[in-house]
Nanobody, 117 residues
Framework: QVQLVESGGGLVQSGGSLRLSCAAS????????AGWYRQAPGKQREPVAFINRADSTSYVDSVKGRFTISRDNAKNTVFLQMNSLKPEDTATYYC???????????WGQGAQVTVSS
């Protein structure tokens, strides 16, 4: 059974930092493209950052220069370091693991991030 478990969310003031973690079990995370998405109340889920099997990263424009996605393969875990947080970053953040060739996609349960102004 595949599980992705997020942790590290919380309440932070504007300009602060948080680091989200996503620990995988049941898969070798490094063989998947890992992604972070977020969903604010009343809005659609949107992609935030990705890291592929070659450790190439990509980000949505609104977080470039502030967020960093990374992996620790020994811990089978992906991270999202979030700096210079803004109130508009407030959302539930979800991690994902995807592999197109086998049409697999897995999701975590979500971690709440709230940024106060």
């Amino acid at each position: 059974q595949v599980q992705l478990v997020e942790s590290g969310g919380g309440l932070v003031q504007s300009g602060g930092s948080l680091r989200l973690s996503c620990a995988a079990s049941g898969i070798i995370f490094s063989t998947y493209t890992a992604g972070w998405y977020r969903q604010a109340p009343g809005k659609q889920r949107e992609p935030v950052a990705f890291i592929n099997r070659a450790d190439s990263t990509s980000y949505v424009d609104s977080v470039k220069g502030r967020f960093t996605i990374s992996r620790d393969n020994a811990k089978n875990t992906v991270f999202l370091q979030m700096n210079s947080l803004k109130p508009e970053d407030t959302a539930t953040y979800y991690c994902s693991a995807a592999r197109l060739i086998t049409r697999e996609t897995y999701w975590g349960q979500g971690a709440q991030v709230t940024v106060s102004s």
